[in-house]
């Protein structure tokens, strides 16, 4: 089983639509965990960081269920400017973070 | 946030050949990282650049092939010795903050390899 596993998409969604990504991972000692977003020929930029407690930071939601071991992130009203590959993301301690292989978007006028 | 350059931002090389990637900090940071992404695929930890000793790999990546430098805390190299076409992809320097009290990690612009 992968450490971190999510839907790769393509998600086609129109301009203001809500869209949800989910994400698993294995590792039950993981303790910080985030969403990265990456651009097409950029590097991975940190979204957001996920809290036990949710998270809100504008349009952007993201959720933590330690008990099933998955994180969510909730856009709503989508922009085109939105579109990119977000990536799910999972510490295990004082190690180097572990990346899924993303979930594309494409946000369409 | 920690601001990072990487030279070159992109190179052709020809099989056979080695080429070496460098990373610049702008502040010093205590771990510092190289990362892989090939097409399509999500990012793969190839070492942990360590200052002052030899770099920590990951399985299935060796110092022959991927030797590192790390000479101080705000610059390191990585060396893609020996390239074959499997070796074109994108490199990517990173490294940790801790910022608000959290680790957060950041990433380099990348450097865009092509082996013919």
């Known amino acids: 089983r992968k450490e971190v596993e999510q839907d790769p998409g393509p998600f086609n969604v129109p301009e203001g639509a809500t869209v949800a990504f989910n994400c698993t991972y294995s590792?039950?000692?993981?303790?910080?965990f985030f969403w990265y977003r990456q651009d097409c020929r950029k590097e991975p930029k940190l979204l957001m960081s996920?809290?036990?407690s949710g998270n809100e930071d504008g349009r952007f939601t993201a959720q933590l269920n330690r008990a099933s071991q998955y994180i969510s992130l909730l856009i709503r009203d989508s922009k085109l400017s939105d579109s990119a590959t977000y990536l799910c993301v999972v510490n295990s301690g004082n190690t180097p973070l572990v990346f899924g292989k993303g979930t594309r978007l494409s946000v369409i006028a | 946030s920690a601001v990072i350059s990487q030279k070159p931002s992109r190179d052709i090389c020809q099989r056979g050949t080695s080429l070496t990637i460098q990373c610049q900090v702008d502040?010093?940071?205590?771990?510092m990282f190289w990362y892989r992404q090939q097409p399509g695929q999500s990012l793969t930890l190839i070492a942990t650049?360590?200052?002052?000793?030899?770099?920590?790999?990951e399985s299935g990546f060796v110092i022959d092939k991927f030797p590192i430098s790390r000479p101080n805390l705000t610059f390191s190299t990585l060396t893609v010795s020996n390239m074959s076409p499997e070796d074109s992809s994108i490199y990517l320097c990173?490294?940790?903050?801790?910022?608000?009290?959290?680790?957060?990690?950041?990433f380099g612009p990348g450097t865009r390899l092509t082996v013919l």
């Open positions: 590792n039950s000692a993981s303790q910080s």
């Open positions: 996920v809290y036990s």
């Open positions: 650049a360590n200052q002052g000793s030899e770099a920590t790999y």
């Open positions: 990173s490294v940790w903050e801790r910022e608000g009290g959290a680790d957060t990690q950041y």
């Open positions: 502040s010093q940071v205590t771990m």
